[in-house]
């Protein structure tokens, strides 16, 4: 089945220590994001590929960084965690244009110490 | 800015009832809303998407509503089931490829 994944599901890490969060899709589709998600808040959008276009959120720390080495794989690096980005980091997929639906994967947990 | 506000409050209804969530956005008229799904510990899951120029869509169980004279989207889960019991998410979208989200409301249906 074409899907969203994401690894690790769990990961912690020390505070300052930097750590790589990977996403990969079978999905084909030109758009991919990255969003942070703390408990009972809504999904907060940090950036997203058009293709190869990075588009970063105006409020998004510079300690998030991201990379896209190919359609499928994306990859979310913090450099240098806070014990605030203790979050979940949603990866998602869409083909682009409007009106068109956001595939999600399951989720990476960080919790940061 | 746009703001999507959902209530914070918990949902609580009978198994066989109709559950209703609202959605209201703050500024401009999105173009569309989708509806998402998400349980704990899961990423969310799209149940409906609907256009500024339609008034109702439907799927299933689920129905939503799109008022764009009181900057609302009503959901609708009828007969509901326990497994229902989740956080509903809306977002708003409109000319670029970018959501912007509600916190949720969690609905528990009780059997």
């Known amino acids: 089945d074409a899907m969203v994944i994401q690894n690790p599901r769990y990961q912690v890490t020390q505070f300052g220590k930097p750590v790589t969060l990977s996403c990969s899709q079978t999905?084909?589709?030109?758009?991919m994001y990255w969003y942070q998600q703390k408990s009972s808040q809504a999904p907060k959008l940090l950036f997203h590929?058009?293709?190869?276009?990075?588009?970063n959120e105006a409020d998004t720390p510079d300690n998030f960084q991201s990379r896209r080495p190919n359609t499928s794989f994306c990859f979310l690096d913090i450099r240098s965690p806070g014990l605030g980005d203790t979050a979940m980091y949603l990866c998602?997929?869409?083909?682009?244009?409007?009106?068109?639906?956001?595939?999600f994967g399951p989720g990476t947990r960080l919790t940061v110490l | 800015s746009q703001k999507i506000e959902q209530n914070s409050e918990a949902l609580n209804i009978q198994e066989g009832k109709t559950a209703t969530l609202t959605c209201n956005y703050t500024?401009?008229?999105?173009?569309?809303l989708q509806w998402y799904r998400q349980d704990p510990g899961r990423g969310p899951v799209f149940l409906l998407l609907?256009?500024?120029?339609?008034k109702e869509k439907r799927k299933e169980r689920l129905k939503v509503t799109f008022d764009t004279t009181l900057k609302q989207s009503l959901f609708h889960v009828t007969a509901s089931q326990p497994a229902d019991s989740a956080t509903y998410l809306c977002?708003?979208?409109?000319?670029?490829?970018?959501?912007?989200f509600g916190t949720g409301t969690l609905l528990a249906v009780q059997p």
């Open positions: 998602a997929t869409s083909p682009g244009g409007r009106f068109n639906e956001q595939f």
């Open positions: 609907i256009r500024e120029n339609e």
């Open positions: 999905l084909n589709h030109n758009v």
């Open positions: 500024n401009y008229s999105p173009a569309y």
């Open positions: 590929y058009y293709d190869k276009d990075f588009n």
């Open positions: 977002a708003e979208g409109g000319a670029t490829n970018k959501l912007i």
